[in-house]
């Protein structure tokens, strides 16, 4: 799907996925593009005159009390840009760059930055080029938006720096002159405009937020094939008893492990009065409980980005009466916040699905199982230390919920002397997404082994769905082998929502 950008529509996670990740193409209508015109119209205008404006006729932040002559305004925007990118460490993911540029893009389309038609469809141009420029991991305080990153993609628009065209670095001249674009040489107003947003953090929170997503459906797979695998009871499950407790995001999680486990021989094959067990442990009986909690978080998370992807962040903004205003919209806390808030719930169903791996690998608890679910325990070690290594991956996902906003460092001689730190709460929300999906898989693999190990009982249709398709890159049970290529396969099958589709294939869409 390509994206147009219309006027005072704001992006959808859907759109931002489809840029960032999939090479949408990117186009402004002619609104937009009319918009642009007329409220650059104003910006001359104030360029002219003899007051002087903020960020116009200015210097910025702590130097905004010098007015700068027009023969060196075009210095000042190209000054601007080169301080600002100054971000340094590892650097970040693609996607990330992308749709940070898309979102400066949305805000640019509104009007509300002042910036010429040209410069915006420059952007536009960028991203449908496939040239993304080089950010690095640190720089921003997330006050005054994302300031670093953000000036590291004006940068590139300026055919400086470094970017990559393809999967090969280079410096952003050589990328444009390949691409058969030119440089574009800022005016009046147009550096800040670039910079001061919110569109580095807000595009981790739609990343994330379409990533666990898809890995809350995966959630209730490897749930429910625990419970299967352990000859739990789906009698929890049940929507009279979901409905005593109306939370959405709960029945919809029940909803899915329902018809995963929808005329399972397993179950069935215990259930009845020689079954002497009266309840399951919580990591089993309260899995809808946990997984909801994390959905109907993420639906408030959505809304939040919904908002801010509606906003015009810039300072100072253009007003339609043509006023140019200095605000505070820039500050990141409610991304923040949301970014940090989001990371909670991801660690708790990451620590109840381990809990569930290690109910499987101990003999004393599993049912039936043999140790670690290995062919011969004492000789083999099964599945014991893919169970270690899930466990490390929880306890950073502990660590990671720590929240991020609570933070502040003053910043540009204290003018900016409170900031949300709202990019290193997407930083490591990013990172705990990811940690999810592999404490995930870990469950999945012990989990078709455990179902495997029940032969010759066999799974419900929508598990066994899901063990199909693990055993197209694991084998199944046997003597020990090297372990980490199959974590890795199970991995991949998970983040590329392979898994996910190959149960739906078999009994419809998941909630």
Not at 160 to 178: D, P
Not at 215 to 229: H, I, N, P, R, T
Request: proline content about 5%; glycine content about 8%.
């Amino acid at each position: 799907m390509d994206v147009e950008l219309i006027a005072n529509r704001p992006l959808t996670e859907r759109e931002l996925v489809a840029v960032a990740r999939d090479g949408a193409l990117v186009t402004l209508d002619a609104d937009c593009l009319s918009r642009l015109a007329r409220a650059r119209e104003h910006v001359d205008a104030l360029a002219d005159a003899t007051t002087p404006s903020y960020g116009i006729s200015t210097g910025f932040g702590a130097l905004a009390t010098r007015h700068i002559a027009p023969e060196l305004r075009t210095q000042l925007q190209r000054s601007l840009v080169r301080s600002h990118a100054a971000s340094s460490g590892a650097e970040v993911e693609p996607a990330v760059v992308r749709g940070m540029a898309l979102l400066r893009l949305q805000t640019l389309a509104t009007g509300r930055t002042g910036v010429r038609p040209a410069t915006a469809t420059a952007y536009a141009a960028l991203l449908n080029a496939g040239i993304t420029p080089v950010v690095r991991e640190y720089g921003s305080l997330g006050c005054s938006g994302d300031l670093a990153p953000l000036a590291h993609v004006a940068l590139a628009v300026m055919g400086e720096g470094s970017v990559r065209y393809g999967e090969t670095m280079m410096s952003a001249s050589e990328a444009l002159r390949r691409a058969g674009l030119a440089p574009v040489e800022l005016a009046e107003k147009e550096g800040l405009a670039l910079i001061n947003g919110t569109d580095g953090m807000l595009a981790m929170l739609m990343l994330a937020s379409h990533d666990l997503g898809q890995l809350l459906k995966v959630a209730d797979v490897a749930a429910a094939m625990s419970l299967e695998a352990l000859l739990g009871t789906d009698r929890p499950l049940a929507a009279d008893l979901m409905a005593l407790r109306p939370h959405p995001g709960q029945a919809s999680a029940a909803a899915n492990m329902r018809r995963l486990l929808e005329g399972s021989p397993i179950v069935a094959s215990h259930r009845g009065p020689d079954d002497t067990r009266v309840q399951d442990a919580y990591s089993l009986r309260c899995a809808p409980q946990v997984a909801g909690g994390c959905r109907d978080t993420l639906e408030h998370v959505r809304l939040v980005a919904a908002r801010e992807s509606a906003s015009a962040i810039d300072n100072p903004v253009l007003m339609p009466d043509g006023r140019v205003e200095s605000n505070g919209n820039f500050h990141g806390a409610p991304i923040a916040y949301a970014l940090d808030f989001l990371a909670i719930p991801l660690a708790d169903l990451a620590s109840m699905s381990e809990r569930r791996t290690d109910r499987m690998l101990d003999r004393n608890r599993s049912q039936g199982l043999p140790a670690f679910l290995a062919s011969d325990p004492g000789v083999d070690s099964g599945l014991m230390i893919a169970q270690y290594t899930q466990a490390g991956v929880v306890s950073e996902l502990k660590r990671l919920a720590v929240p991020a906003s609570v933070d502040s460092i003053p910043s540009s001689a204290m003018q900016e002397d409170h900031v949300s730190m709202g990019w290193h709460a997407g930083r490591k929300l990013l990172k705990a997404v990811d940690g999810l999906s592999r404490v995930l898989a870990i469950e999945l693999m012990a989990a078709a082994r455990a179902l495997d190990l029940r032969a010759p009982l066999v799974p419900a249709a929508g598990t066994g769905a899901a063990l199909r398709a693990i055993r197209t890159v694991v084998e199944g049970p046997g003597t020990d082998r090297f372990l980490s290529p199959e974590i890795e396969a199970v991995v991949a099958l998970v983040q590329t929502d392979a898994l996910v589709q190959a149960v739906q294939e078999e009994i419809g869409e998941l909630a």
